[in-house]
């Protein structure tokens, strides 16, 4: 799951590793071991991160429903409906997560972002490197914040970058919604909200894990995290 690199550095689960996407690992470990067979799971992604969790439903006899917005990346949908999962294709993903709200909170599904700051999966994820900077592509940017809310806890000083990928046929960054009450969780501004000391790299790369190895090209004892986005 880790690739070393030179400089001390190391990627994480890069598009380019063996045994599936970060994203992957994230879901399976996301979705509790004793969950019966035939559960109903559900999330909300812009893209990979449901299709990681239709195929690792699958995988568990899981039952599945992702919604998913109107501008989803063709591949993505292309690989959601060759799973058995439920695809809901909606604008109004304001309803989308009162819908899941609601059904985490009555029995209906297990909603798989309400154990996302509760899970252990970051921390074995994680290994005790000696890291002095985190360096995540992003996306939605649940790899920059849930890690480096985790690293932090560990090391208040290490330094976090975000990296967006700029190529064409590339879907945005963040969510990209006009929604009132909601975040663009992957937005540079919202992302300094969290971490103020943020550094911000704009890299024009054919996918995130290539921009993610640019930047740390310049960096030493960094720890780089990506999920491929092309």
């Known amino acids: 799951m880790i690739e070393q690199l030179t400089n001390g550095n190391f990627l994480l689960m890069g598009g380019r590793a063996p045994g599936g996407s970060l994203k992957h690992v994230l879901m399976d470990r ?9 559960s109903l799971v559900a999330d909300l992604s812009a893209g990979l991160a449901a299709v990681a969790l239709a195929q690792v439903a699958e995988q568990r ?3 599945c429903r992702v919604y998913v917005p109107p501008t989803i990346a063709e591949h993505y949908l292309r690989a959601l409906n060759a799973t058995p999962a439920q695809v809901v294709v909606t604008g109004s993903l304001e309803s989308a997560f009162q819908e899941l ?11 798989t972002r309400q154990n996302y700051q509760d899970c252990d999966a970051y921390s074995h994820l ?6 002095e900077h985190l360096v995540a592509g992003v996306g939605t940017g649940c790899a920059l914040r849930s890690f480096g809310a985790h690293l932090k806890g560990r090391n208040p000083l290490i330094q ?9 046929g590339l ?16 937005s540079q501004a919202y992302l300094r909200h969290l971490f103020p000391e943020l550094q911000i790299h704009t890299v024009e790369a054919q996918n995130s894990t290539d921009a993610v190895l640019e930047v740390m090209k310049g960096l030493q004892n960094a720890l780089g995290i990506s999920v491929e986005r092309s």
């Open 30 to 38: 996301l979705l509790p071991k004793d969950l019966p067979a035939q």
């Open 61 to 63: 006899n899981l039952r």
């Open 101 to 111: 709200q609601t059904g985490h909170h009555s029995g209906e599904l297990y909603w």
């Open 126 to 131: 994680t290994p005790p490197l000696q890291v």
């Open 160 to 168: 976090l970058h975000a990296v967006y990928a700029q190529a064409p």
């Open 171 to 186: 879907r945005p960054s963040g969510l990209s919604l006009d929604l009132p009450n909601l975040p663009d969780v992957g």
